[in-house]
């Protein structure tokens, strides 16, 4: 009791002395230019028709496949001008159905667009295996309050909590690999996108895919998927410019809302007001990297029982910049190794996937007004060729505790690069970072770190407070300054902290992560038991 009392005394001690930092430093912040995104709206080539598939002889029973029905109301839509597609209450099931320019379709509530379980029920060539299909598409949609669902679950070989075993269509070369299924929603080269008031459930593969999509707007519908399920991700964006994910409840197995790049840059992402929950990463850029991702914004999410929080994951030489993270509360787990993520919360990694492959850069990310409670610690890590610079933290608040059994001690580098390393597990975890944040030629940085950990119910609690007068890496010639440590002051003194072992000193330990991060107004809560050894820890200790 009496340590509990104290820890929050020092909370607010801390919230105090910091209150003016935070202003001056949140004055300092601009937010990235991605909520200047224009909205889509629906342009018709004439009057808006509306057309009912069962019209043309849909029969929406469930057991007889629909989609010579549904593709023609779409044809005759699209050559009136454009207009709506009605789906009245009912189960169509159908094989690919292709959208066309100036077509919403209305899935109205009690029908359900089912996707087709067999190989022949999609195109030949893999890239065009979806359920819906928009290409080269202008002014496209879908809504109605209905779903859209591609029976995933008629897909498991053997259902497993750890992780599901799937079928593969790898059998006539279309599509290698143990990943050959159908995704449910695609939009591919497509302009003025929108997609709304329904739900998309349960994918084989990728739930709603845009490729080289500009313009594309995405709000307050929903996606589910299996949680076992491997692949079944929410929302990936290839390739595509302004796109505004914005009140969305995504639940799925695997990723929830993944940018990648794959022949062009990404630029003008925002997601928004949303909730998610899946058994790998929340929000992954990568790890398909080959080209830029620059003016990101996630902010207000809920990100629950997931296996990983905010993740970078590049690994093919695309540089990235510019990406905030706001507002953002996160709870991380450990869930069975299969899956990528190691409850990290935070994890920003840049490494190449093979030898083949170049390094990008990660750069001006902010990370401000986090929450989280995590199983694991952050984890950023640069490569000698791929640089993390000017990284900021600001009213970070990461609590640490373990609640499930599964083994920790496994750092996760894959794809690719080192693949899963054994390592201890680390509150900040941080390789090859460069470059403090530029601020003010006067700053304080202050780290506060207190820790508890749980032996036979006593309960530990420590802090530390480091000033930094001035962080001189500028180059102006201050002779306090030390080539590798900058201006650190008062850091020499012997090691308190035992979360901090291997150095002599706070300094050895410190100097190294504070030189190459803000971390300000950061505070780390661990709670740890007695398979969990929380630490700094740096490259060089490797
Ligand atoms: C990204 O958004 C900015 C600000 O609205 C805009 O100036 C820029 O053209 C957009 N980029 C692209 C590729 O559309
Ligand atoms: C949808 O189905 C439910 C349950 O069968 C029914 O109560 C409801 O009226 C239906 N709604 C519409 C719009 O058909
Ligand atoms: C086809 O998929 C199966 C099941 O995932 C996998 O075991 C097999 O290696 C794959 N074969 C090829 C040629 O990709
Ligand atoms: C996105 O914007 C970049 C920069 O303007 C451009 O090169 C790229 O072709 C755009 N992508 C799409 C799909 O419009
Ligand atoms: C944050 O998102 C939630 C939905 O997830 C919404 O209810 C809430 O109003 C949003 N908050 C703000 C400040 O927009
Ligand atoms: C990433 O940035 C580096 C350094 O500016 C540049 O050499 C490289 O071409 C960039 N990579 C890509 C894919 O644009
Ligand atoms: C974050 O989420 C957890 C669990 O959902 C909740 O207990 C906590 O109050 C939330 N914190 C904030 C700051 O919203
Ligand atoms: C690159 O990796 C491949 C496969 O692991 C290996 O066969 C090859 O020898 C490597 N090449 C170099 C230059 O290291
Ligand atoms: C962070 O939270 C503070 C306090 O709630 C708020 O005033 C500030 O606007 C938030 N910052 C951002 C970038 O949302
Ligand atoms: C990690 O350690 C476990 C046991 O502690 C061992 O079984 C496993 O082989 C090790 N993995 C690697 C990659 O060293």
């Keep these: 009791m009496t340590a509990g009392i104290r820890t929050v005394s020092l909370r607010f001690h801390y919230y105090v002395a910091l209150s003016t930092l935070i202003f001056i430093i949140c004055t300092q912040t601009e937010s990235h230019a991605s909520s200047h995104i224009t909205l889509p709206s629906i342009r018709y080539r004439s009057q808006p028709v509306t057309i009912s598939v069962a019209d043309h002889g849909a029969t929406g029973g469930g057991v007889h496949y629909d989609t010579e029905s549904i593709q023609s109301a779409i044809d005759a839509c699209w050559s009136a001008g454009g207009g709506r597609v009605v789906f009245p209450p009912g189960k169509y099931l159908t094989a690919t159905v292709f959208l066309k320019s100036g077509v919403v379709l209305e899935v109205q509530k009690n029908a359900t667009i089912l996707g087709g379980t067999r190989l022949e029920d999609y195109p030949a060539e893999q890239s065009r295996w979806y359920v819906v299909l928009a290409e080269d598409a202008e002014d496209v949609g879908i809504t109605g309050g209905g779903e859209i669902n591609g029976q995933g679950l008629e897909f498991v070989v053997r259902f497993d909590e750890r992780k599901n075993v799937m079928v593969s269509w790898n059998q006539t070369g279309a599509c290698s690999g143990d990943e050959c299924r159908p995704r449910l929603v695609g939009f591919i080269r497509s302009r003025n996108v929108r997609v709304w008031d329904v739900h998309l459930n349960e994918p084989a593969y990728w739930c709603l895919h845009l490729v080289q999509c500009d313009n594309t707007y995405i709000h307050d519908m929903s996606i589910y998927g299996d949680f076992n399920t491997p692949n079944n991700d929410g929302i990936d964006i290839d390739d595509s410019n302004n796109t505004v994910i914005t009140r969305c409840n995504i639940n799925t197995g695997d990723d929830a809302i993944c940018p990648k790049t794959y022949d062009g840059p990404l630029y003008n992402l925002t997601a928004t007001n949303s909730w998610i929950r899946t058994k790998s990463s929340a929000i992954k850029l990568g790890s398909a990297s080959w080209f830029e991702f620059k003016g990101l914004l996630f902010n207000n999410i809920t990100i629950v029982d997931s296996h990983r929080g905010l993740g970078l994951q590049i690994r093919d030489g695309g540089n990235v910049s510019d990406i905030t993270f706001s507002n953002i509360n996160i709870t991380t787990r450990y869930y069975d190794p299969s899956w990528w993520g190691r409850a990290e919360p935070i994890y920003v990694t840049t490494c190449p996937r093979d030898n083949t492959s170049s390094t990008g850069s990660i750069s001006n990310l902010l990370f401000v007004n986090i929450t989280a409670t995590s199983e694991n610690g952050v984890f950023l890590s640069g490569s000698k060729s791929g640089r993390l610079s000017n990284l900021k933290f600001l009213n970070v608040d990461l609590n640490y505790k373990r609640w499930t059994s599964y083994d920790d001690g496994l750092v996760d580098y894959r794809p690719g690069c080192q693949g899963l390393v054994n390592r201890s597990s680390a509150g900040f975890m941080m390789e090859h970072i460069v470059e403090v944040a530029p601020l003010a030629t006067t700053m304080v940085v202050v780290v506060s770190w207190w820790g508890q950990q749980l032996v036979d119910g006593v309960v530990v609690v420590l802090w530390t407070a480091l000033r930094l007068a001035k962080d001189d890496d500028d180059g102006d010639g201050d002779k306090d300054d030390d080539d590798d440590a900058g201006a650190l002051k008062d850091l ?51």
């Design 492 to 542: 020499a003194k012997p090691n308190i902290n035992p979360w901090i072992p291997g150095a002599s000193n706070r300094r050895e330990q410190l100097n190294w992560a504070l030189q190459r991060l803000s971390i300000r107004n950061a505070q780390a809560h661990i709670f740890t038991g007695p398979n969990c050894a929380l630490r700094f820890s740096s490259t060089k200790q490797f």
